[in-house]
């Protein structure tokens, strides 16, 4: 059953006319955060916690007592209209808070800036349905995720519905949630809850709510900014506001992974706007649309507005951040060692390639294992959450990059596993998967434009001072963390490896020790990881592009979750649908539905997997005329087209 809330501050921006009159357009303003991973003090911009110092410069963004203040000064501004605030998920996981309080401080300051419904994320689970049971107890807003399903064992109980329907000045708005399909193996739900489809979820929850004569109904999502464009915006009568992928859309900024908001074909023939707003507290998203009485949405508009120091921190949430930090503040400033420069732990490097924030890690594991005759290590990108800037390196820096209280594990496995544990790790770099691998005792090159599986070659393991190609048969002693032992990240190979070993030392004590031994410690990349054909020619008129390989789908028997918090792995995406078939209903992608293009000039939002050799066969009926969408648009990389930018297609 759905619950309706009505809220006094909101006031009718619509004129009802005579009986039997249609209703004038209605206007919605959604505010919106998404992967606040419990920044609830103000970041600086390796998105570590900002330091005094930082804040007198006026270098610090975010954190709970700034965004308290963006929200209010914003909803002060647009008094008198229509107004929800919203939280897309992940909240838990990423301080010293999350650490100390499991969950409950998150809970408190969000209370205060008084969100009108959220999902939840995959990092929800990290403790299990334990830790996210006492977070609902807490919360004073209700949680909508319509692909979570609790058995009646579970503490969860009801208390996370598929949908809502919210009275925003006398018209229904529905809401229906959703979290990324692959929560199960990236994180820990554990036994009484099962992941459901979301794009079969969503589609029932938004059936029940048309049931109920709703006909404006936000897609409130944790799936993924490419799995929102590619799929859930293509579901017939909702419009999409995300999280999970950190993904900065913006009209203004040059980093932007899209527009904001971004308008996707549906192929009821109107256009969805898609919008999330970064990560970390750094950004509130603020979109306005504009909804016909029938729901559908005439336009759309809007910017994410940065959480700077020209917004006041406020003082009654500044303080009781004061407060909760004393317990914490000790460890939070121990200073361990030093770096000559800073260490770069940044998502869109260390999911894609070698950095130095990888090489820290996993060199530190493989050195605290060696005299076990460990020879490899491996991390999963994923699971560093920030950099650490050059000078001072505290023993709180260091936790807030490896804030997961994964432990250090060993196993044996043979040079054939290794390398199918390499092809995993680079299955998904295409989507930002956090499962890529960051190694030490062995170097690897992987070409992503080969398919799926067959993607990793010349890999050499170190032995003594020298690299050998690494041998298939030969057993290796490998290192990694307690999560990835137990499949987490979709390294089951490493399920089947022989005498496992949970070490036990937290991998951000391991860390942090490791960059005390090497003080002043140098960072550094070296090139153990190569990726190959990295401007790969255009294919010819007789050879396609390759799509980008699908991942493949999580099994329809997931891995039992780890005992310990599973990284944040933020896996694609646009990660594949689960074993279960998709509905009836779900749309094709987004080119199906445009084709009148072949004859008439348009355009195309690039979805995840799209190529111009796909889109010509779509648009023109001939794979061969890619040509003509690779001119019309600055002739881009085939191989690496950005998803979520809009391309002119031109007329045949």
């Given amino acids: 059953m759905t619950k309706s809330f009505s809220f006094g501050l909101l006031t ?40 005094a110092e930082e804040e007198g410069k006026k270098e610090c963004f975010g954190g709970a007592a700034r965004l308290k203040t963006a929200i209010d000064q914003r909803r002060q501004a647009l008094s008198g209209k229509n107004v929800l605030l919203l939280n897309a998920g992940d909240n838990f996981q990423g301080s010293l808070f999350y650490t100390t309080y499991k969950g409950a401080a998150e809970a408190e300051f969000l209370n205060l800036m008084k969100f009108d419904a959220m999902t939840v994320g995959n990092h929800e689970f990290d403790d299990s349905e334990d830790g996210l049971a ?47 399909n692959d929560t199960a193996e990236l994180s820990s739900p554990g036994p009484n809850v099962t992941i459901a ?44 506001v ?60 809007g910017d994410p507005i940065l959480i700077d120091s020209t917004f006041t921190p406020d003082p009654a949430v500044l303080a009781r951040i004061g407060e909760l930090a004393k317990p914490i ?20 490097v260390c999911r894609v390639k070698e950095c130095s924030m ?30 650490i800037d050059g ?59 080969k398919p799926v599986g067959s993607r990793v070659g010349d890999v050499q393991v170190k032995e003594g001072d020298n690299f050998a190609p690494i041998d298939p048969a030969k057993t290796y002693k490998v290192a990694t963390n307690n999560f990835m032992r137990a499949g987490g990240d979709g390294y089951s190979i490493f399920k089947e490896g022989k005498n496992a070993y949970d070490y036990g030392p937290d991998l951000a004590d391991v860390t ?29 008129a007789s050879e396609p592009a390759p799509a980008a390989p699908a991942a493949p789908a999580p099994s329809a028997e997931p891995s039992p979750a780890p005992a310990a918090p599973a990284p944040s792995t933020e896996p694609a995406p646009a990660a594949p649908a689960p074993a279960t078939p998709a509905p009836a209903t779900e749309p094709a992608p987004a080119p199906a539905a445009s084709a009148p293009a072949a004859t008439t000039p348009s355009t195309h939002v690039i979805a995840a997997g799209d190529t111009f050799w796909d889109l010509a066969v779509t648009f023109y009926g001939d794979g061969t005329m890619w040509r003509k969408l690779s001119d019309a648009n600055g002739k881009p990389n085939p191989r690496h087209l950005t998803v979520g930018k809009e391309i002119e297609v031109p007329a045949k």
């Fill in 12 to 51: 009718a921006s619509m004129l009802a006319l005579s009986t039997g009159a249609a209703f004038a357009d209605y206007e919605l303003n959604i505010l919106h955060i998404n992967d606040f991973h419990s920044r609830i003090e103000s970041v600086n911009k390796f998105d570590s916690t900002c330091s």
């Fill in 134 to 180: 006492t977070f609902l107890d807490k919360v004073q807003f209700p949680v909508v995720t319509a692909n979570v399903k609790a058995t009646a064992a579970s503490k969860l109980g009801d208390r996370i519905k598929p949908s809502l329907v919210l009275d925003v000045a006398g018209q229904k708005i529905g809401i229906v949630g959703a979290v990324t």
């Fill in 197 to 240: 489809d979301d794009v079969q979820s969503i589609t029932a929850a938004v059936q029940d709510l048309k049931g109920q004569g709703v006909n404006k109904i936000i897609a409130l999502t944790h799936v993924g900014y490419p799995r929102d464009l590619a799929l859930i915006a293509k579901i017939p009568d909702v419009d999409v």
């Fill in 242 to 301: 995300g999280g999970h992928s950190h993904s900065l859309l913006s009209n203004t900024d040059p980093k932007a992974e899209g527009p904001y908001p971004t308008m996707v074909d549906n192929p009821g023939g109107y256009k969805v706007p898609v919008v999330q707003a970064a990560s970390y507290s750094k950004y509130l998203g603020d979109l306005v649309v504009n909804f016909d009485d029938s729901g559908v949405v005439k336009d759309a508009k």
């Fill in 329 to 348: 503040e000790e460890l939070r400033k121990k200073v361990i060692g030093s770096s000559e420069s800073p260490i770069e732990g940044d998502r869109k």
């Fill in 358 to 387: 990888g090489n820290l890690v996993a060199d530190a594991m493989l050195d605290r294992t060696k005299n076990q005759g460990v020879t490899i290590a491996v991390q999963n990108g994923g699971g560093l959450r920030a950099s």
């Fill in 391 to 449: 000078g001072e390196v505290t023993q709180g820096e260091v936790i807030t990059v490896l804030p997961f209280q994964n432990t250090l594990a060993t196993f044996e496995t043979t040079g054939a596993d290794v390398v199918k544990a390499l092809e995993n790790g680079v299955s998904q770099i295409d989507q930002g998967a956090g499962r890529f691998p960051q190694v030490a005792g062995l170097k690897f090159a992987f070409d992503q434009s």
């Fill in 512 to 540: 942090a020790e490791y960059v005390a031994a090497h003080s002043p410690y140098k960072p550094y990349t070296d090139g153990r990881v190569t990726e190959l054909a990295q401007a790969a020619p255009a294919p010819s």
